[in-house]
């Protein structure tokens, strides 16, 4: 397979540069932790190490090195198509180079051959109360695919450790593969109570089939949405909840599957990916309050209110971001361009407008700017995804590419199981006399 080749290659240096800086540098220090970091989320503590991506406070994420608007310029696009394939990206994070067409249809390929999902998973989701939240049908759907871990199988066989990285390579093109059924059967199912088992089309490239399976009405520019979507969700470096979930997790040398489902169960909060519904929520409700887009005035005072009531503006604020995000810009230019028109777009324009000041005003936010869930929601709304609960399953089938591809790496450069150090109060207490 290609990807194993291209990985392979790289790796006897990937591993002397790692073990060369563990081995003769181990006691540089690369920072320090205070007790307000410790009591404050461990924000900017470095402690992790990943080159999948990085996240500029002031520029945004930087995937394999590359800026958004980079990544969406340079990946391979299927012929016609606005946006690049996914298959693409997967590449990218996993290799660290841009592929070329043909490299990102080998991907395509390798997903459309690892679709098909086994007939209990179907029956355990459809055995769920219906009013079983879509995340956790997700989650579960994930652990229900489990037994099928090579990694897993494979580690019980005494597979060595040099090769613990091939077999997360495996779990993380079935899993990723077959995500987009999964999450479109929970779609039909939960909201529309169609349980026909769905099948993916092996011509069709991730998004073109998840269009498809979704059933949304303009397939063909949901399908470029789909693509745009999932790329920009993918991944956000190893410290935000969800990598970090699944980091952890697989850190035990539980396989793709333990793993990601405990990521979702983070990205599941409203702290992170479920903020995307919220924002959704928010505008609806400016919307419904002035029975349209309102005046900057409105609105400004409308921000207000809400921070008065003890309430967050979901979408804006970062824990390391201090500029608008550009994974949002890039949605609201991908909207701009097809409906500039839609009210709750018009909305959201407004609210990146006058918003920021606020929040300024108030002077809490570190940043005051918008994050992706800002906008999220508003381009899945306008295409007839208005079932809101579902767009954190959406984050979660982009959040895979970049959790699974770190995976792989982690495997492949021997990172042990995460263990820190906890204290208690007396301690920092007694550290606070010093
Ligand atoms: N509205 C109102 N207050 C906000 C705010 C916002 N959008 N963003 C931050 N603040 C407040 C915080 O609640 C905090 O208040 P307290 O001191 O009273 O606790 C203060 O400003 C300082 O917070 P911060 O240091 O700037 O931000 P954090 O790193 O603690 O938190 C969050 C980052 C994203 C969680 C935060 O900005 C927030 O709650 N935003 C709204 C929810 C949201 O958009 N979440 C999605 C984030 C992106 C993501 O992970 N997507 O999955």
């Avoid at 400004?300 to 209110?305: E, G, N, P, S, T």
């Amino acid at each position: 397979m290609l990807i194993h080749e291209k990985i392979a290659a790289q790796l006897p240096s990937w591993r002397e540069r790692v073990t060369r800086l563990a081995r003769d540098y181990g006691e540089i220090v690369i920072g320090e932790v205070t007790i307000a970091q410790v009591y404050g989320g461990m924000r900017e503590v470095r402690s992790l190490v990943t080159d999948v991506s990085f996240v500029d406070p002031e520029t945004g994420i930087k995937l394999r090195g590359l800026s958004v608007p980079e990544v969406l310029k340079k990946l391979p696009r299927p012929r016609g198509a606005k946006t690049p394939y996914v298959g693409g990206l997967f590449y990218l994070l996993l290799v660290g180079e841009i592929p070329s067409r043909a490299e990102a249809e080998t991907v395509e390929a390798e997903w459309a051959r690892r679709a098909e999902v086994p007939d209990h998973v179907f029956k355990m989701l459809k055995a769920m109360p219906r009013e079983t939240p879509a995340m956790t049908l997700l989650s579960q759907a994930v652990l229900a695919l489990q037994g099928g871990s090579v990694f897993a199988r494979m580690y019980q066989e005494g597979m060595k450790k040099d090769a613990y990285w091939e077999a997360a390579l495996e779990d993380a093109l079935d899993l990723t593969a077959k995500l987009p059924l999964l999450a479109a059967f929970i779609y039909r199912m939960k909201y529309f109570g169609e349980t026909k088992k769905l099948r993916s089309n092996p011509r069709q490239d991730y998004g073109t089939n998840f269009a498809r399976l979704m059933g949304v009405p303009d397939r063909k520019s949901y399908a470029e949405l789909a693509r745009l979507f999932f790329i920009l969700h993918s991944d956000h470096e190893s410290g935000n909840a969800s990598a970090h979930a699944t980091h952890l997790v697989g850190s035990t040398l539980s396989d793709a599957y333990y793993a990601f489902s405990g990521g979702l169960n983070a990205l599941a909060g409203p702290l992170h990916g479920l903020a995307t519904q919220e924002a959704v929520k928010w505008l609806l409700s400016v919307l419904d309050t002035f029975g349209g887009v309102p005046g900057r005035d409105e609105l400004y005072k409308f921000a207000w209110d809400t921070l008065n009531d003890g309430r967050v503006i979901p979408g804006y604020g970062h824990a390391v971001l201090r500029v608008p995000d550009p994974r949002f810009i890039a949605q609201l230019e991908f909207a701009r361009a097809r409906f500039p028109d839609d009210d709750l777009l018009r909305l959201a324009g407004l609210v990146y407008e006058v918003v920021p000041q606020v929040l300024k005003e108030q002077g809490k936010a570190k940043n005051p700017a918008p994050n992706v869930d800002a906008i999220s929601g508003t381009l899945q709304y306008h295409y007839g995804v208005r079932e809101f609960d579902f767009y954190t399953v959406l984050f979660g089938v982009g959040r895979a590419l970049g959790v699974t591809a770190n995976l792989v790496w982690a495997r492949a450069l021997g990172q042990p199981i995460e263990r820190p150090k906890s204290l208690t109060t007396a301690m920092l207490e007694e550290a606070a006399k010093t």
